[in-house]
Antibody, heavy 119, light 110 residues
Framework: EVLLVESGGGFVQPGRSLRLSCTAYGFTFGENSMSWFRQAPGKGLEWVGFIRGEPYGGATQYAASGKGRFIISRDDSKSTAYLQMNSLKTEDTAVYYC??????????WGQGTLVTVSS | QSVLTQPPSVSGAPGQRVTISCTGSSSNIGAAYDVHWYQQVPGTAPKLLIYSNTNRPSGVPDRFSGSKSGTSASLAISGLQAEDEADYYCQSYDSSLSVVFGGGTKLTVL
């Protein structure tokens, strides 16, 4: 059974950094692309970025909202993907979801982790 | 402002059929990028409902179906059930190298 478990969310002040983790179970992690999405309170879904699997060299792509501030990485030995968020803004407040990518869609989603950016 | 356009809400009585539209442009849906649909019950994570325009993941009832034509796509739900009450999102890819979403549609089962 595929399972994705996010962690690392919490309360952080504007301008600070936070790193989210997503640990995967039940599939061959290294062969798969992983993506991060987010959902601000009461709002719709927004793509944050993705990292391709080892067969594709682990290339990354980011949404404009996080480009230059967010970094996605992975440690295939730990079956874990990371989202490093720097220079956080209040508008980054959201539930962050990691997904396993089946092509260009998220076929399995984690339960989400809440990030609150506030002074 | 979402790149893909969905109606904010739709409703239907149990047993009825409803459709949710998703309108894009020549840089996403019209550029032959696939459309995918997610169901999100409030307070829970989204769940993949339809992938690559028309395909249902294992476990999704055949009451749910997807279609795509030109710059638009649609999700149809037949035989509405109370458990179908949720938010529905369409998603595609854009030639600006970005994954894009619709703003979501709230389905109310009357």
């Amino acid at each position: 059974e595929v399972l994705l478990v996010e962690s690392g969310g919490g309360f952080v002040q504007p301008g600070r950094s936070l790193r989210l983790s997503c640990t995967a179970y039940g599939f061959t992690f290294g062969e798969n692309s992983m993506s991060w999405f987010r959902q601000a309170p009461g709002k719709g879904l927004e793509w944050v970025g993705f990292i391709r699997g080892e067969p594709y060299g682990g290339a990354t792509q980011y949404a404009a909202s996080g480009k230059g501030r967010f970094i996605i990485s992975r440690d295939d030995s730990k079956s874990t993907a990371y989202l490093q968020m720097n220079s956080l803004k209040t508008e980054d407040t959201a539930v962050y979801y990691c997904t396993k990518m089946g092509g260009s869609y998220g076929d399995y989603w984690g339960q989400g982790t809440l990030v609150t950016v506030s002074s | 402002q979402s790149v893909l356009t969905q109606p904010p809400s739709v409703s239907g009585a149990p047993g009825q059929r409803v459709t949710i539209s998703c309108t894009g442009s020549s840089s996403n849906i019209g550029a032959a990028y696939d459309v995918h649909w997610y169901q999100q019950v409030p307070g829970t994570a989204p769940k993949l409902l339809i992938y690559s325009n028309t395909n249902r993941p294992s476990g999704v009832p055949d009451r749910f179906s997807g279609s795509k034509s030109g710059t638009s796509a649609s999700l149809a739900i037949s035989g509405l059930q109370a458990e179908d009450e949720a938010d529905y999102y369409c998603q595609s890819y854009d030639s600006s190298l970005s994954v894009v979403f619709g703003g979501g549609t709230k389905l109310t089962v009357l």
